[in-house]
């Protein structure tokens, strides 16, 4: 799952992102004009706003984010000193507020109780597919009732995939997703992980899931017998342009 951090303290915003990175993805900016433009163009899956920021306040951000209709949880972080009431965060659309200092334990507490909360009312956090079903809030795994243990990255990836369910998706797109702040430099990093996920979840059982477009990226279909229709329709085949068409999965 991913989180944003729109924090113009950037020990703090550092530490947040050490912090919580062992569970989550996580994005820092530190602007209120670059934290609104992440948040509306980019999809995430909760937000930690500093409720004062150079140019900006966090209220307001919580304001233009509601208004445009986002419902991603939003956990406002406030100075003690500053004078901003329970009812004036909730107005501006925050789904719950932590005062500085603060500890970690309470900090990932929230974010968890926000996440549960959110998963109940947008039925999200479980998506399955064929037999198998990943759980983004607990990042659980089974297949066919059989649990499958994943490693940080490679959840991140099928999460992503099964997000995304029946859509190509490159390996560009996959990179900026899961490394998150990273440059990419190469396919060669995500093949890898690719290559290790399919050892989980695909070659141990009858029918595979993730598909490799050859040249392009990765899939996985909810239909497996529509490939060659999915195939056209997306113009990865279009008659001789295309001198490798896609005609399956291909072998890592």
């Not at 602007?31 to 150079?54: C, F, M, N, S, V």
């Not at 789904?95 to 990932?108: I, N």
């Not at 940080?152 to 390996?171: A, S």
């Not at 996920?197 to 595979?208: E, G, S, T």
């Amino acid at each position: 799952m991913k989180l944003l951090v729109i924090e113009d303290n950037r020990l703090l915003a550092s530490s947040l992102k050490s912090y919580l990175g062992d569970s989550f993805v996580v994005s820092i900016v530190h602007t209120a004009a670059e934290g609104l433009r992440q948040a509306e163009t980019k999809h995430y899956d909760l937000i930690i706003l500093d409720l004062h920021l150079p140019d900006g306040s966090g209220l307001e951000i919580c304001r233009k984010l509601r208004e445009s209709g986002q419902a991603i949880p939003i956990l406002i972080l406030t100075a003690a000193k500053e004078l901003v009431t329970k009812v004036q965060l909730l107005d501006a659309g925050a789904d719950d507020f932590l005062t500085k200092p603060f500890h970690g334990a309470e900090l990932r507490a929230r974010i968890q109780a926000l996440l549960r909360r959110a998963s109940t009312q947008f039925p999200t956090s479980q998506t399955s597919l064929k037999g198998l079903t990943i759980d983004s809030t607990t990042r659980r795994v089974e297949r066919e009732g059989k649990k499958i243990e994943l490693r940080r990255k490679e959840f991140d990836i099928l999460e992503y995939l099964m997000r995304n369910q029946g859509r190509l998706v490159t390996r560009k797109m996959i990179f900026e997703h899961v490394w998150d702040g990273g440059m990419y430099s190469s396919s060669n990093t995500v093949d890898v992980h690719v290559k290790y996920l399919r050892d989980k979840v695909d070659r141990p059982f009858k029918v595979p899931l993730i598909e490799t477009v050859y040249g392009f990226g990765y899939t996985i279909l909810t239909d497996p017998a529509a490939r060659s229709k999915w195939a056209v329709e997306t113009g990865l085949i279009q008659g001789a342009e295309v001198a490798t068409p896609w005609n399956g999965r291909m072998v890592d």
